[in-house]
């Protein structure tokens, strides 16, 4: 049963990627030396796709006052489900990524090492060309550097990398500034350097921990 539940899921999140990827219904912002992703057409369905894995999504874009720019805000009460997006980035020239952001509550005992657990309320998802994936995730339990291989062979690879850890108090509230290198996180968890960039995703998930859980992200940026 648990193999069938991660192929499904995962087949999912693959091919609804690369059907994205083929349509290309909208491309980010693109400006001189980054390419951007945000939230501006986040009521298109036809641009950010909904997949509901359980319960309900409940999200809203919303202006962050410190920030002083458009967010997304991300609530999952037991439930499992992420937002995706079409894009088209030649990783060898923008493979600087960073983005922002907060978590207000994470899932009870969250820990994305054992399955009953695999829960966390800020991750984000890049979809490579060539059926691979990386997971970012803030994790409440996990070590910074963990990692963790869902893959199902031959279908398509995912690896899922914990870049924040924690769920110290002090930490809620609060902005964090993630800043990536995509091409080196690429070679750490596959061996090679990282192909075009297919699509982006933002998930929330709290249906294993059966809790309540919130995290806002900010635009996306792929820099020189």
């Known amino acids: 049963m648990k193999i069938k539940f991660l192929l499904i899921n995962s087949l999912i999140l693959f091919f609804s990627f690369m059907l994205l990827a083929e349509e290309n219904k909208a491309e ?3 400006k001189e ?3 951007i992703v945000d939230f501006s057409n986040f009521g ?3 641009i950010w796709e909904a997949k509901i894995k359980k319960g309900k999504a409940n999200t809203k874009v919303i202006e962050d ?31 600087n990524f960073t983005f922002k952001w ?6 009870i005992n969250g820990d994305v090492r054992r399955r009953s657990t695999d829960d966390q309320a800020a991750q984000v998802l890049l979809a490579f060309e060539g059926r691979n994936l990386i997971s970012y995730i803030w994790d409440p339990t996990a070590p910074v550097g963990y990692s963790k291989d869902s893959s199902i062979p031959f279908i398509v690879s995912q690896k899922i990398l914990v870049i ?13 500034e993630i800043k990536r290198d995509i091409n080196a996180d690429y070679r750490k968890l596959y061996g090679k350097d990282a192909p075009k960039l297919a699509g982006v995703a933002i998930q929330i998930n709290s249906q294993h921990t059966e809790s309540f859980c919130e995290a806002h992200i900010s635009p996306m940026k792929f820099k020189k």
């Open 102 to 107: 907060k978590v207000k509550k994470h899932p």
């Open 164 to 176: 924040q850890s924690g769920d110290d108090k002090k930490d809620l509230n609060k902005w964090f």
């Open 65 to 95: 006052k410190d920030l002083k720019q458009e967010v997304l805000r991300l609530r999952s009460n037991q439930a499992s489900y992420y937002f995706q997006k079409s894009v088209n980035v030649d990783i060898k020239k923008y493979k």
């Open 28 to 30: 980010p912002e693109r």
């Open 33 to 35: 030396d980054s390419v």
């Open 44 to 46: 298109n369905r036809d």
